[in-house]
């Protein structure tokens, strides 16, 4: 029996392999086959789950890439590949909220175990893109919303003007006045409320010292000075040591998480999707 086991397990690796280079050909339904084989032998594998959904991603087949990907998160729910195309599925279909939840996994988890990777990036612009995009659309909703509520009062001091000016015969341009300064007063109020919804520029104190983008995933040094994870480790690597604006030694084990400006710009993504916006 345990023979068996390992043998069904040895063949179903040597299919992942087979998928893989068929995959690296480009060919697709020979890669799928391969890891559907591997799936029988072995189903409570994961990564054969997301190997095939990874073929499925390339083929626009959202559906079987949601499946694929639901499963494979069932199984390791740790499964950086499995949140990410799952995420990339539901939104798919327009299932923001879902969507953007899966990719905010995704990315936490990328960033625990390789936070410097190009799947931490890609990640991240996939959730940037998708957070934009619900933004657009929850603003245009607010910005309609405003824009019919301010003309029902707008219609709403009219009709009490004209109402006002039937009953009387004397200070009409006092009734004018007062009307004219109360539509005035209603304009500024609403121009208030939509200003939350335009684009400003963010704080430099929740922008990168090196890119001068918003944070993504913010780490102090011994020195006080906050920079991005991914964009510090890479100094770290391939230039030296060393902060890159105090000049002084720095090694990674000295980055620590923070966490208070990683909730402040949380905070403030949360009032202000806009700056979502990748350039």
């Known amino acids: 029996m345990v023979n068996g086991v390992s043998s069904a397990a040895e063949q179903a690796e040597q ?17 799928i086959d391969a890891y559907t084989e591997a799936i029988t032998l072995c189903p409570n594998v994961p990564v054969y789950f997301t190997n095939r959904a990874l073929c499925h991603r390339k083929r626009n087949e959202w559906a ?14 740790k499964s ?12 798919q279909r327009e299932n923001y909220a879902e969507g953007i939840k899966a990719l905010e996994r995704a990315l936490d988890l990328g960033r625990g175990a390789h936070p410097n ?6 990640i991240w612009q996939e ?15 607010r910005t309609l919303a405003l824009q019919k509520l301010e003309k029902s009062c707008e219609i709403a001091l009219q009709e009490k003007l004209v109402h ?25 109020i609403f121009s208030k409320a939509a200003e939350a919804d ?28 906050t920079y991005e994870r991914a964009i510090i480790l890479d100094h770290l690597e391939k230039v030296g040591k060393f902060d890159p604006i105090t000049r ?9 998480p923070n966490l208070a400006i990683k909730e402040a710009v949380g905070a403030y993504l949360e009032k202000h999707g806009w700056a979502y916006k990748m350039d």
């Not at 950086?80 to 799952?86: I, P, R, T, W």
């Not at 990777?117 to 890609?122: A, T």
């Not at 002084?248 to 620590?256: G, R």
């Open 80 to 91: 950086v590949k499995g949140h990410y195309m799952l995420g990339l599925a539901l939104l």
């Open 198 to 225: 335009k684009p400003t520029d963010v704080p430099d104190y929740l922008c990168c010292k090196i890119t001068l983008d918003i944070f993504r995933d913010p780490v102090i040094t011994p020195s006080g000075l």
């Open 164 to 188: 006002d000016l039937s009953h009387m015969m004397d200070d009409t341009d006092e009734v004018f006045s007062s009307t004219s300064e109360q539509l005035a007063a209603l304009k500024l």
């Open 248 to 256: 002084e030694p720095l090694h990674p084990s000295q980055l620590v």
């Open 127 to 141: 959730l940037a893109s998708a957070k934009y995009k619900e933004w657009v659309h929850e603003s245009a909703k």
């Open 15 to 31: 299919l992942k392999q087979d998928g893989n280079l068929y995959f690296k050909k480009n060919r697709l339904g020979a890669a």
């Open 117 to 122: 990777s190009y799947m931490v990036e890609e």
């Open 64 to 77: 079987r890439v949601e499946e694929d990907c639901m499963r494979a998160v069932r199984l390791d729910p």
